[in-house]
């Protein structure tokens, strides 16, 4: 889930660093599932229990409410007053932020993982998705019909830009190629090789004929648009870049890096035109305005900073103590700001006229970062579930807008019958019943093994104690939001 996540800094080779990043990022997703996120001044201690006011704030001065998991990446087209979010829910949505509060169009929800990037296409009735799966999706935003998926990449995709003209888009993987797509066409375009580690951020030229990309090599590449020819080196970093954007009315480049470090290059002659404040964390989204010209970077941390471009002075910081800032965008007008993170909805941040700080009123600790469980094997049980199964999953009979289908009413359900729910076709095709075994036996063997070639996420518990523990909660749990479910007869069943 922390796909550019924090990382200690290294020395080595990029092949070395690309190893390092990985096994960083698993660290980092085991300690926010043991209860052991970051914390900024003033965030509660692990097992705290949720502020009251904490449901309320998600409604609150226009925030993007709906998606059912952490946000990852956020667009705005001020033209048109419309926003895209992608989330860990392995949904885009759609939203018109014309009136005084914003209304969701669309929720299009295609992908076999998390929505990593999206994309307005210019007049803004097209837009692109692109996740953990690999693939693109375009999508009319008119009438929510999926127009199209383009497929070739073998690793997640993390970022995407159209060319201006609209004619072009280009993904960035880390199966460590970028690769541009003709959207008049509908068909694959060049392949762009030549990075030594995933490809992080991709972005057009001014005339749309060459191609800007950077990855965790820390290299900053152009490439020509016709055939995907290496155009030449144009800027080395000492650390992995992981966010690049070309500023409007030219080629100057604005990245922010693994090291937490941001800099302004010339595209044409990698000179650099400004060393940006560092961040103490690692960089992890960027935005950028025309009018009034300005930069936004969003780091590891929470730290949101707002950069004038005309003298790279900070005009603005915001302090979000509740974790990663993983999407940026500025809302038209660019008085405020949407930022997402390990919350499931986007958070407005008003700039200008800037408002009094306020404590962020978070759920904290978030659903799957329960730490505190005591001697009760039910809490113990929900412990588990907080951890392994809340991201994607929901107790409640309604549940909607996860990863996964609601787990209310599991026990004595056909595997891939909860109406509605997009099962792949893998799953699809098994024939059985879950019971307890058949639930023990997924986390004692894994998703690979039971449910193979699921969106499920690769995991296991090895220990039987946890694993009866879950399944007691799940028992009472299911049996609670659903009487008279199936999952009351199978209160006296045995392991």
């Given at each position: 889930?922390l ?7 290294s ?7 690309a ?7 698993h660290?980092?997703?085991?300690q926010a ?9 003033g965030t509660a ?6 502020s ?7 409604s609150?001065?226009?925030n993007l ?5 952490p946000?990852k990446?956020?667009?705005v ?11 860990f829910?392995?949904a ?7 009136g005084?509060?914003?209304r969701?169009?669309?929720?299009l929800?295609?992908?076999?993982g998390?929505v990593n990037?999206v994309?307005?296409?210019p007049?803004?009735?097209r ?6 799966d690999?693939r693109?999706?375009l999508?009319?935003?008119e009438?929510?019909?999926l ?6 990449h073998?690793?997640?995709?993390i970022?995407?830009?159209?060319s201006p ?9 880390w199966?460590?190629?970028a ?13 762009i ?7 992080n951020?991709?972005a057009?030229?001014?005339d749309?004929?060459?191609l800007?990309?950077a990855?965790y090599?820390g290299?900053?590449n ?14 080395k970093h ?8 070309r500023?409007?009315?030219?080629e100057?480049?604005v ?8 800099k302004?290059?010339d595209?044409?002659t ?5 060393e ?5 964390r690692?960089i ?10 300005l930069?936004?970077?969003?780091s590891g941390?929470g730290l949101?900073r ?6 790279w002075?900070?005009i603005?910081?915001?302090?979000n103590?509740y974790?990663p800032?993983?999407a940026l965008a ?7 700001m ?14 200008a006229p ?19 469980s005591?001697?009760?094997p039910?809490?113990?049980g929900?412990l ?15 549940g909607?807008?996860?990863?996964g289908p ?5 026990f004595?359900?056909?595997i891939?019958?909860?109406p509605?729910y997009?099962?792949s ?6 024939d ?5 075994e058949m ?9 690979e093994v039971v449910?193979p070639?699921s969106?499920m ?10 694993r009866?523990?879950l ?5 009472a749990?299911?049996?609670a939001a659903v009487p008279?479910?199936?999952a009351?007869?199978t209160?006296?069943?045995s392991?």
């Amino acid at each position: 889930m922390l796909d550019r996540c924090p990382g200690h800094r290294s020395v080595g080779g990029p092949r070395r660093l690309a190893v390092l990043l990985v096994a960083v990022c698993h660290l980092a997703v085991a300690q926010a599932q043991a209860g052991e996120p970051t914390r900024g001044p003033g965030t509660a201690a692990p097992g705290a229990q949720p502020s009251a006011a904490a449901e309320t704030r998600k409604s609150h001065a226009g925030n993007l409410v709906g998606h059912g998991g952490p946000i990852k990446a956020i667009a705005v087209d001020p033209d048109s007053s419309r926003a895209l979010t992608g989330s860990f829910d392995y949904a885009m949505m759609a939203w018109d932020l014309s009136g005084t509060e914003p209304r969701l169009l669309n929720r299009l929800a295609e992908h076999d993982g998390a929505v990593n990037a999206v994309a307005f296409l210019p007049g803004a009735r097209r837009a692109l998705a692109a996740g953990d799966d690999g693939r693109i999706a375009l999508w009319d935003l008119e009438t929510g019909k999926l127009l199209a998926r383009l497929e070739g990449h073998t690793a997640k995709i993390i970022a995407l830009a159209v060319s201006p003209d609209g004619r072009l888009a280009a993904s960035a993987s880390w199966d460590r190629t970028a690769r541009l797509w003709d959207l008049e066409h509908l068909s694959a375009g060049p392949v762009i090789a030549g990075h030594q580690g995933p490809v992080n951020a991709v972005a057009f030229s001014a005339d749309g004929q060459r191609l800007y990309t950077a990855g965790y090599d820390g290299a900053v590449n152009l490439y020509a648009v016709g055939d995907g020819s290496l155009v030449r080196l144009v800027h080395k970093h000492g650390w992995g870049v992981n966010v690049l954007a070309r500023l409007p009315g030219g080629e100057r480049l604005v990245l922010g890096a693994l090291n937490g470090s941001a800099k302004v290059i010339d595209g044409e002659t990698g000179r650099v035109v400004a060393e940006l404040p560092d961040c103490e964390r690692p960089i992890l989204s960027l935005a950028q305005v025309e009018k009034p010209g300005l930069v936004a970077l969003g780091s590891g941390d929470g730290l949101v900073r707002v950069v004038r471009i005309g003298d790279w002075s900070v005009i603005e910081e915001h302090a979000n103590p509740y974790g990663p800032v993983w999407a940026l965008a500025f809302a038209p007008g660019a008085t405020a700001m949407y930022y997402g993170g390990l919350d499931d909805f986007a958070t407005r941040w008003q700039i200008a006229p800037r408002e009094a700080f306020e404590q962020v009123d978070s759920t904290y600790p978030r659903r799957f970062q329960q730490s505190a469980s005591g001697d009760n094997p039910l809490a113990e049980g929900e412990l588990q579930f907080a951890r392994k199964c809340s991201v994607c999953h929901t107790l409640e009979p309604d549940g909607r807008n996860r990863a996964g289908p609601t787990l209310s009413g599991i026990f004595g359900r056909r595997i891939a019958s909860v109406p509605g729910y997009p099962y792949s076709e893998a799953l699809r095709g098994l024939d059985f019943v879950w019971t307890p075994e058949m639930v023990e036996r997924l986390f004692e063997l894994g998703p690979e093994v039971v449910t193979p070639g699921s969106k499920m996420p690769l995991q296991r518990m090895t220990e039987a104690g946890q694993r009866a523990a879950l399944i007691a909660y799940l028992k009472a749990a299911t049996a609670a939001a659903v009487p008279g479910s199936p999952a009351d007869a199978t209160q006296g069943e045995s392991k």
